[in-house]
C-alpha cells in the first residue's frame, strides 16, 4: 500500500489535566499522553487506520525532548513496507519519534 505522507496538527493546552504532578514546577507532557495522541491521529485517518489495526503494537517509541504546556505538536506519518513511522515535532525540534507495525501486511519468517 502506498500512500502519502499525512501529518496532523495538536494543542496541548496549558491548562490540560495530565499536567497536574507531572511533574510540580516543572510540567512535561507525559510520554503515555503523547503516544495516545499519535494513535488517535493514525485512527483518525482511513487508510493510516487500517495500516494500524485493532491493537496497534508500537515496536520503537523514542521520546527525544520535552513537551511543556501550551506546545503545538505536528504528527507526521511515512507508511514503510512493515511499519507506519511517526514523529512528533515542536517546530523544527523532534520532541518524539517511532514505529506502529503494520497490521495491513503480511510479516513472512525468513526462510
Excluded at 506546545?71 to 515535532?89: C, E, K, M, N, P
Aim: include cysteine.
Amino acid at each position: 500500500m502506498s500512500m502519502a505522507p499525512t501529518t496532523r496538527r495538536v494543542e496541548i493546552g496549558a491548562g490540560h489535566p495530565a499536567f497536574d504532578g507531572h511533574f510540580p514546577g516543572q510540567p512535561v507532557w507525559p510520554g503515555v499522553a503523547l503516544v495516545a495522541e499519535v494513535l488517535e491521529a493514525a485512527l483518525a485517518d482511513p487508510a493510516l487506520a487500517a495500516c494500524v489495526g485493532a491493537t496497534p503494537r508500537l515496536p520503537v517509541v523514542k521520546f527525544l525532548a520535552p513537551v511543556r504546556p501550551g506546545a503545538t505538536l505536528l504528527i507526521a506519518f511515512r507508511a514503510g513496507a512493515r511499519a507506519l513511522d511517526w514523529d512528533v515535532r515542536e517546530g523544527e525540534r523532534i520532541v518524539a519519534s517511532g514505529q506502529i507495525a503494520r497490521a495491513d501486511v503480511a510479516v513472512s519468517a525468513p526462510p
